[in-house]
C-alpha cells in the first residue's frame, strides 16, 4: 500500500510541477519583462478554474466508461499529457505575443486551455483512484502523503527554474520549461506504471451523489450562517490567492529582483506554508478553532502590510519578511478554516455542503485572479506608476482580509447545528489537498 501511496502523490506532484513555470515564471516575465498587461495574464490564467466545472462530468463519465478495462488511469494519463503540452507550449505565448499579438492570443487560450483541461481531467481522475485504493480508512493518509510530497515538488520546481533561469531569453526560458515538462511526464509515468488494477465491470466505489448548482446555492442562502461564512471565505481567498501572480512582478519592479531570484518566490512560500501545517496540526485540539483563523488570517494581513511598506521603502528584507508572513498566514488560515468548513456541514449531506463551499473556492479564485489584473492596470494608468498599481491592489487584498476577520467573529457554528462530526487533521489535510 505504501507504494501505491507513494506513486500516487508522485501524480499529484507531477500535475503541480507544471503550474509553477506559469505562475512564477511566465508571469514575471510577461508583465515585467515584455511588458504586456497584468489583465491578459490574468485572463490566461483563469482559463483553468473556468472549466472546473467538468470535473464532475468527468468523474461520472469515467464511472461508467472504463477504456481497456481501466477507470482511472486512460484519463489521469490524457489529462498529464495534457499538463504537459501546456506548460512546454506556454513560453511561446509571450515571444508569439511580441511577433504577432493575435497569433500569440490565439495560441495563449490553447496553451493555458490545455494546461487547464489536463488539470481538470487528471485531478478528478486520480483522487478517485486515491480513494478506491486507499479505502474510506486510509483515504487521509493517502492524501496527506499526496499534498505533502507536493509541497516539496513546488520548492524544487521553483529552486530548479531560478537556476535555468537566471534572465530572461527566449530560448533559456523554452528550454527550462521543456525540462520541468519533462521531469513531470517522467514522474507522471513513474506513478501510473501498475498502478491500478482492470475493474471488474461493476459499479464504481466512488460514485456519490451530486448536486445541482440551484441546490448548492439553497444550502448558502437557506441559513444566515452559511451565508455569512460563504462571503467570507469568498472575500478570505480571493485575497489570499489573488497575489500568486503579481508578486514576481512586483518584486521585479520594487527591487529590480532578476528573473533568477523572483522564480525562488514560489519556493520560500511553500516552504513556510508546509512549516504552518505542522505548526497548525499542532495546535489542532489545543486551541479553539476561530482563534487559529484569525491567527492565519493576521499573519496574512501582516504579510501584505509588509509588502505594500518594501514597496514605499524600497526595502527588499521588509518584502521577504511579507513573504514569510504570506506563507505561514496562508497555512495557518487553510487549516483552521478546512475545521470551520466542517463543522458547518450538515452530516446527512456532506456532499452538498462541502460542494458549496468548494463553490466558494472557485469563484474566489476567479473573481480574485480577475480582481488583482483589472486593478492593478487601472491603478497603474491613473497614477502613472507600476509599483503603486501593485501597493493599490496589495492594499484592496488587505482590507478583504480585514473584513473577512470581522465577518470570522460574526460565524456561530452553534447556530448552524448543534451536533458536529468532527474529522481528523489528515482528513482536513486530504480535503486542501483536493482544492
Known amino acids: 500500500m505504501l507504494i501505491k501511496r507513494l506513486q ?45 466545472p467538468i470535473q464532475v462530468a468527468i468523474g461520472s463519465f469515467s464511472d461508467r466508461n472504463p477504456v ?21 507550449v506556454a513560453p511561446q505565448v509571450a515571444i508569439l505575443l511580441t511577433q504577432n499579438f493575435n497569433v500569440g492570443i490565439i495560441v495563449g487560450f490553447l496553451a493555458f486551455g490545455a494546461w487547464g483541461m489536463g488539470y481538470n481531467l487528471s485531478a478528478v481522475s486520480y483522487f478517485s483512484l486515491a480513494t478506491e485504493i486507499s479505502g474510506q480508512k486510509g483515504r487521509a493518509a493517502t ?22 533561469v537566471p534572465e530572461y531569453d527566449p530560448q533559456t526560458l523554452s528550454r527550462a520549461f521543456i525540462i520541468v515538462a519533462a521531469s513531470a511526464l517522467t514522474l507522471g509515468l513513474v506513478g501510473l506504471f501498475k498502478l491500478e488494477s482492470k475493474a471488474d465491470g461493476s459499479t464504481s466505489p466512488n460514485q456519490q451523489t451530486h448536486y445541482s448548482l440551484k441546490e448548492t446555492v439553497s444550502a448558502i ?16 481567498l480571493a485575497a489570499i490567492l489573488s497575489q500568486d501572480v503579481l508578486l514576481e512582478p512586483f518584486a521585479a519592479h520594487a527591487f529590480n529582483m532578476s528573473l533568477e531570484k523572483t522564480s525562488r518566490i514560489v519556493s520560500i512560500s511553500s516552504t513556510f506554508t508546509l512549516i504552518s501545517f505542522l505548526v497548525a496540526g499542532f495546535m489542532e485540539g489545543r486551541v479553539k478553532k476561530k482563534v487559529i483563523a484569525q491567527i492565519g488570517n493576521t499573519g496574512a494581513l501582516l504579510g501584505f502590510l509588509f509588502v505594500i511598506l518594501s514597496g514605499f521603502m524600497h526595502n527588499i528584507s521588509i518584502f521577504y519578511v511579507g513573504l514569510t508572513f504570506l506563507g505561514f498566514g496562508t497555512g495557518i488560515s487553510t487549516v483552521a478554516n478546512l475545521s470551520l468548513m466542517f463543522e458547518l456541514t450538515v452530516p446527512e449531506k456532506v456532499g452538498l455542503y462541502i460542494g458549496a463551499w468548494g463553490f466558494s473556492n472557485g469563484l474566489s479564485r476567479l473573481t480574485g485572479l480577475l480582481m488583482a489584473g483589472i486593478v492593478a492596470d487601472v491603478a497603474t494608468s491613473i497614477s ?29 457554528v452553534g447556530a448552524f447545528k448543534k451536533n458536529v462530526e468532527e474529522p481528523s487533521f489528515t482528513d482536513k489535510v486530504a480535503i486542501t489537498a483536493t482544492e
Open 221 to 236: 442562502t437557506s441559513n444566515p450562517t452559511a451565508k455569512i461564512f460563504f462571503i467570507y471565505l469568498l472575500l478570505l
Open 8 to 52: 500516487i502523490a508522485l501524480i499529484h506532484t507531477a500535475v503541480a510541477m507544471t503550474l509553477v513555470p506559469i505562475n512564477s515564471t511566465l508571469n514575471r516575465v510577461m508583465i515585467f519583462d515584455l511588458g504586456f498587461s497584468k489583465t491578459l495574464f490574468t485572463l490566461l490564467a483563469i482559463l483553468p478554474y473556468l472549466l472546473a
Open 143 to 164: 492524501i496527506a502523503t499526496m499534498f505533502f510530497l507536493m509541497v516539496f515538488g513546488l520548492i524544487a520546481t521553483g529552486i530548479l527554474l531560478s537556476r535555468l
Open 384 to 412: 502613472g506608476s507600476d509599483l503603486y498599481g501593485y501597493i493599490i491592489v496589495f492594499g484592496i487584498e488587505a482590507l478583504m482580509l480585514l473584513i473577512a476577520s470581522i465577518l470570522l467573529t460574526r460565524i456561530d
Open 68 to 88: 481497456l478495462g481501466y477507470r482511472r488511469t486512460p484519463y489521469i494519463l490524457a489529462g498529464l499529457i495534457l499538463c504537459v503540452l501546456g506548460v512546454a
